[in-house]
T-cell receptor, first 117, second 114 residues
Framework: DTAVSQTPKYLVTQMGNDKSIKCEQN?????MYWYKQDSKKFLKIMFS???????INETVPNRFSPKSPDKAHLNLHINSLELGDSAVYFC????????????????FGPGTRLTVL | GQNIDQPTEMTATEGAIVQINCTYQ??????LFWYQQHAGEAPTFLSY????GLEEKGRFSSFLSRSKGYSYLLLKELQMKDSASYLC???????????????FGKGTKLSVIP
C-alpha cells in the first residue's frame, strides 16, 4: 500500500563507486522528482521528470542521472561517488500540473540515506 | 530564484499554541506549501495557500500574505507528536516536466515539551 517507495533505505559505499537508488510510485502520478537533503536538513530539488521532459537543477553534477523505465519508476544513478554526496535522497511524485491547484501536491518516499566513505 | 527564511528552532509547551513564520523573496510565486517532517522520515503535506488569508485544517492553520511575502503555520493544542521539523516551500512558476518545482526553506525544528 506504500504510495512512494525507495530502495535501499541505507546505502554505504566507497568513494569512486557507482550506485543506483530505485523509486516506485503507485499513485498513478505523471511526474516524479529527486531531492537531496543534506546534513543541515536543507531539502533541495535535483530533478523533475515525466515522460516528456526532464528538468535538471543547474547545480546538480552530471555524475547524477535519472533513469525512468516507465511512468511509475524513476531511478537515480550516481557515478564516481564523492564524500560530499553523503546525504538523504528523497523521491517524490505528483500529478501533472493544474494551474493554481494543490492537485500537484508532492508525495515523498521514505528516503535513502547514502554514506560515502 | 527564491529566498525563503524560517526560524531554525522553536520550543513550545504541550497544549499551547505556536506560530511558525516564513518569509520569502521570489522571482515568481505560484503557491506556498507547509510540510511536516519527523526525524528520519519523509516530509508529509500539511497545507497549501495560493490566495491571501487563512486556511484551517483541524489543529493546523496556515496564513498567507502575498504582498508581504509572508506566511505562518499555526499549531493549536500542541501534542508531543507535533515535535518535528516544519518546512515552508514556495512553488515556482511553471518550468516544465509536467509540474511546478518547489523551493524549500531550511525548516523549523519544533520541540514540544511537557
Amino acid at each position: 500500500d506504500t504510495a512512494v517507495s525507495q530502495t535501499p533505505k541505507y546505502l554505504v559505499t566507497q568513494m569512486g563507486n557507482d550506485k543506483s537508488i530505485k523509486c516506485e510510485q503507485n499513485l498513478g502520478h505523471d511526474t516524479m522528482y529527486w531531492y537531496k537533503q543534506d546534513s543541515k536538513k536543507f531539502l533541495k530539488i535535483m530533478f523533475s521528470y515525466n515522460n516528456k521532459e526532464l528538468i535538471i537543477n543547474e547545480t546538480v553534477p552530471n555524475r547524477f542521472s535519472p533513469k525512468s523505465p516507465d511512468k511509475a519508476h524513476l531511478n537515480l544513478h550516481i557515478n564516481s561517488l564523492e564524500l560530499g554526496d553523503s546525504a538523504v535522497y528523497f523521491c517524490a511524485s505528483s500529478q501533472d500540473a493544474i494551474s493554481g491547484s494543490p492537485a500537484d501536491t508532492q508525495y515523498f518516499g521514505p528516503g535513502t540515506r547514502l554514506t560515502v566513505l | 530564484g527564491q529566498n525563503i527564511d524560517q526560524p531554525t528552532e522553536m520550543t513550545a509547551t504541550e497544549g499551547a499554541i505556536v506560530q511558525i513564520n516564513c518569509t520569502y523573496q521570489t522571482s515568481g510565486f505560484n503557491g506556498l506549501f507547509w510540510y511536516q517532517q519527523h526525524a528520519g522520515e519523509a516530509p508529509t503535506f500539511l497545507s497549501y495557500n495560493v490566495l491571501d488569508g487563512l486556511e484551517e485544517k483541524g489543529r493546523f492553520s496556515s496564513f498567507l500574505s502575498r504582498s508581504k511575502g509572508y506566511s505562518y503555520l499555526l499549531l493549536k493544542e500542541l501534542q508531543m507528536k507535533d515535535s518535528a521539523s516544519y518546512l515552508c516551500a514556495v512553488r515556482d512558476p511553471y518550468s516544465g516536466a509536467g509540474s511546478y518545482q518547489l523551493t524549500f526553506g531550511k525548516g523549523t525544528k519544533l520541540s514540544v515539551i511537557p
